[in-house]
């Protein structure tokens, strides 16, 4: 069995904003990358049960750069996103309007190459990403 790894972010923003960035490729390109040196250039997003999704993080310097997809499971609008990673790996987000805030819960399963802790982290820092674009996108 694998570990789970949760990260969160609780967004001063609607759940409608939460979710438009969260799943338009023209938002996923702003925010889906760990820290100031990386971009994410290109997303593409098919969000529905069955659908694919691709997204391209690489360093701002073209170092290095990696593809990050998979196959969504399932999808339930505002509330619940949950896919699963080309190499096999499950992970889920759930959505959840808490006054005028929204809570964003990721789950997923660590890989066996790095730290957990590392793993964690670096979720995070794209979380945390993620809760900067949307709380200035308005």
């Known amino acids: 069995m694998n570990t789970s790894i949760t990260v969160e972010a609780t967004i001063?923003?609607?759940?409608?904003?939460?979710?438009?960035?969260?799943?338009?490729?023209?938002?996923?390109?702003?925010?889906?990358?760990?820290?100031?040196?990386?971009?994410?250039?290109?997303?593409?997003?098919?969000?529905?049960?069955?659908?694919?999704?691709?997204?391209?993080?690489?360093a701002k310097?073209?170092?290095f750069g990696f593809d990050f997809g998979g196959v969504y499971d399932e999808v339930i609008q505002h509330q619940k996103i949950a896919y699963t990673i080309g190499d096999g790996r499950k992970v889920s987000i759930d959505f959840s309007?808490?006054?005028?805030?929204?809570?964003?819960?990721e789950t997923f399963e660590a890989e066996s190459m790095n730290p957990v802790e590392m793993q964690q982290a670096g979720w995070q820092a794209i979380l945390n990403n993620f809760k900067k674009h949307v709380e200035t996108f308005r």
């Open 12 to 58: 001063t923003a609607s759940i409608e904003n939460v979710w438009k960035c969260w799943t338009e490729p023209e938002h996923i390109t702003k925010w889906n990358f760990a820290s100031d040196d990386w971009c994410a250039p290109h997303a593409i997003n098919d969000l529905r049960a069955g659908g694919a999704f691709s997204f391209r993080m690489e």
């Open 61 to 63: 310097d073209g170092s």
């Open 97 to 105: 309007q808490l006054g005028n805030s929204c809570l964003v819960v």
